[in-house]
């Protein structure tokens, strides 16, 4: 039987561990009082600067070129809805995008149901990739059970690969489930490199369509969550970004794996999503560039990135400007597409790249690096008109 001080003592305990975890929950910046007033202090993810800078804010309502969008997911955003693409694409003729890519045009059955969404009514404004079906009708949680481990399904995709470039298709996608989540039957990390997929990459060359990739993620998901990590807020809001080296392959090891890819197949068009996934370090993707004739790279939702180091990034522009292709991830809200156009055409100073209150990937504002007409052509639509195939008539198409 409990004693009466046994239950005091008990009771005096949980009153004690209640305020130990309300006051961790307030140092944690969770707590309403932290909101820096009156001599308290201020949580990160409270804090909102107004910046008081007064500097010239051009107001750019669209690019000064068409524009091939490489990097957009029309079927995850929009999920088929057709006045959703209305809307859309009334956005993009206010904004001189001409051309669409969708990236998630899938395999077989389900990507004529993308084709037919996006091809019916506006036919020479979107051109849709493939991906590659891992899983197939496996079991999620048994790896034994997917397509990709059973025989002949790198033949068998490549010969699924040329039927849908037959039905229009212009690429292939990765998305980067390949390489940080999916496993071999024995519980291994399924490899990038590994060469059961080389049919894959080869048919692409063959059938002269780019493999757009992501591969690996920000620098800063791959380090651990603390007061060191200038992604922190974004991180504390979203841990499953964050991809531990005790749980995951390490980011150098993944890049390394596509890069031996590349390598391998001189012959096929690679585009390294997100800029290589390295736009933190635009040093190691120049070389890159230089050392894989057949790499390209686009920089969607990398402004953030890029825009905060405005020199590095002009001058990486202006000398691999045949390299670089446009690209969003969107479908975006208005404002945010207004943020490309300033990125790439103004020499603005200290601007959101984001409409979002609370800046989504890091703490900071960007610049703009100014580019030339001759460059922002390239970027904009010349380089996409030479690599993915169906793009060219499209934007002359739109330009008539
Ligand atoms: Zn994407």
Redesign the pocket.
């Known amino acids: 039987m409990m004693t009466g001080l046994n239950k005091t003592l008990i009771k005096q305990t949980f009153i004690t561990l209640v305020l130990v975890v309300l006051a961790s929950a307030q140092s944690r910046g969770q707590g309403e009082s932290l909101d820096g007033r009156e001599g308290r202090n201020l949580a990160i993810g409270n804090f909102r600067p107004k910046p008081t800078l007064k500097v010239r804010q051009t107001a750019l309502e669209k690019a000064l070129f068409p524009v091939v969008d490489v ?3 029309f079927r ?1 955003r929009f999920k088929h809805d057709l006045g959703k693409l209305d809307e859309y694409v009334e956005l993009m003729d206010k904004h001189n995008i001409a051309v669409c890519c969708s ?1 998630d045009g899938k395999l077989g059955d389900t990507l004529d149901t993308h084709l037919e969404y996006l091809g019916t009514k506006y036919p020479s404004r979107f051109v849709v990739f493939a991906n590659v079906d891992w899983q197939g009708e496996g079991d999620q949680d048994n790896p034994s059970s997917w397509a990709c481990h059973q025989p002949g399904f790198a033949e068998k995709t490549a010969r699924q690969l040329q039927l849908a470039v037959g039905h229009g298709v212009s690429g292939l ?1 990765l ?1 980067k489930q390949f390489g940080l989540s999916y496993k071999n039957p024995d519980g291994s990390w399924m490899k990038i490199d590994d060469p059961r997929w080389d049919p894959i990459w080869k048919a692409c060359g063959q059938l002269g369509i780019p493999v757009i990739i ?1 591969t690996a993620d920000p620098i800063a998901f791959f380090r651990p969550i603390d007061e060191t990590n200038e992604r922190w807020e974004e991180l504390f809001r979203h841990p499953e970004w964050s991809f531990p080296p005790d749980k995951y392959p390490s980011r150098e090891l993944l890049l390394q794996a596509r890069n031996r890819v590349i390598e391998r197949h001189p012959e096929t068009i690679f585009i390294g ?2 800029m290589a996934n390295s736009s933190e370090d635009l040093m190691t993707v120049a070389g890159w560039l230089d050392k894989y004739p057949n790499l390209y790279v686009e920089f ?2 990398r402004i953030g990135e890029l825009g905060r180091q405005p020199y590095t990034a002009r001058q990486f522009f202006l000398k691999y400007s045949d390299r670089i292709l446009f ?1 969003t ?1 969107g479908p975006w809200p208005e404002l945010r597409l207004t943020y490309y156009w300033r990125f790439l055409e103004t020499y603005d100073e200290y601007f959101p790249y984001s409409e979002k209150e609370f800046p989504p990937q890091g703490f900071w504002r960007i610049y703009g690096i100014g580019l030339p007409p001759r460059v922002l052509r390239q970027i904009y639509y010349e380089n996409a008109c030479r690599i993915i195939p169906g793009v060219k008539s499209k934007v002359s198409n739109y330009r008539r």
Do not use: E, M, V
């Open positions: 990097h957009t997911h995850y990236l996608k998305f992501h999503a997100h969607a939702s690209g991830d």
